[in-house]
């Protein structure tokens, strides 16, 4: 569910708008050592340096078909990561974002690319182990093989208790999901409005998911993304508790909707409020954004 007012009228999923930027595409390597952590020395696109420009970080939640905020279908999806590379986008983790250390081949534009509530459409194994091609991770998967410079690199804001049921729990999904190169993100355990809750709780909620991220095998401290991108009464908390012994801190704080963010090293970034893009095709989501991009009323970051 949605808290942002403008985010009211959603109309129905239709195809991106084919780019209007021309880049220089890259071509897959032609050599027989793909890797996916091969990064193409050729510049990305024709865009110049330029490092304080807008850096998008795509939501997504359910990649299927339905109605409202929460849905991006297999087919927008698809249209969505071929739009995105077009671009000239490459994926980057939240972490790498929040830490000013992303990897990108020059005139490339960070794409944070971010799976809220662990639902299960974000990632499914078949019964013989591998991957639906028809969930969020099998499909990335498809495309990187033909784009081996847009690697499975998602960073994935869970619910400990769900990790993408409602099935039991595979420890082969995140065990998959950080072989691909992807990571975990807080999200509480419950999902709860943090603004109803006791400091105590909110801090219960935080920390106990922070430990299981942990237990996950996910080395904190980690990002964060707030539940209905609500923040608890006292924001201060985001910054940091003692929680059972230890101290628990965020590296990055993320909202819901609904507009680029600003690249780290800008004076507008604030750490703890990060705004992202909701993937749907109405008002103030990816579609209405990469217009904005095309047209040139967006500049985006560029790696020099
Ligand atoms: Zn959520």
């Given at each position: 569910m949605i808290v942002l007012g403008i985010l009211t009228a959603v109309a129905g999923c239709s195809s991106p708008t084919p780019p209007q930027i021309a880049n220089t595409a890259i071509t897959a390597p032609k050599s027989s050592k793909q890797s996916s952590k091969q990064v193409p020395k050729e510049r990305v696109s024709n865009r110049p340096a330029n490092t304080k420009g807008s850096v998008y970080v795509a939501e997504y939640h359910h990649i299927r078909a339905g109605k409202g905020d929460m849905f991006r279908s297999v087919s927008d999806f698809k249209a969505d990561l071929e739009h995105y590379y077009k671009l000239g986008f490459r994926p980057v983790l939240a972490s790498e974002y929040l830490a000013n250390k992303m990897s990108l081949p020059p005139g490339a534009s960070p794409i944070v690319m971010t799976f809220d509530d662990s639902t299960p459409s974000q990632i499914q194994l078949k019964s013989d182990g591998t991957v639906d091609p028809n969930c969020a991770v099998g499909i990335w998967q498809e495309f990187a093989k033909t784009h081996p410079d847009f690697p499975v690199h998602g960073t994935f804001f869970v619910l400990p208790d769900v990790m993408w049921g409602p099935r039991k729990f595979d420890p082969r999904k995140v065990k998959l999901l950080f072989d691909l190169g992807s990571e975990l993100g807080n999200h509480t355990i419950t999902h709860p409005k943090l603004s109803h809750l006791t400091d105590d709780k909110v801090q219960s909620e935080l920390g106990t998911a922070a430990e299981r991220l942990e237990a996950f095998g996910q080395k904190g401290p980690h990002s964060m993304a707030l539940p209905f991108g609500i923040s608890p009464k006292h924001p201060a908390i985001l910054k940091g508790f003692d929680w059972k012994g230890s101290h628990v801190t965020f590296t990055g704080v993320f909202?819901?909707?609904?507009?680029?963010?600003?690249?780290?090293?800008?004076?507008?970034?604030?750490?703890?409020?990060?705004?992202?893009?909701?993937?749907?095709?109405?008002?103030?989501?990816?579609?209405?954004?990469?217009?904005?991009?095309?047209?040139?009323?967006?500049?985006?970051?560029?790696?020099?």
């Open positions: 909202l819901v909707g609904a507009n680029p963010a600003p690249p780290p090293t800008s004076p507008k970034f604030n750490r703890n409020r990060i705004p992202r893009i909701i993937a749907i095709s109405g008002p103030y989501g990816i579609d209405y954004w990469l217009k904005q991009l095309e047209q040139g009323r967006v500049k985006p970051y560029v790696q020099p």
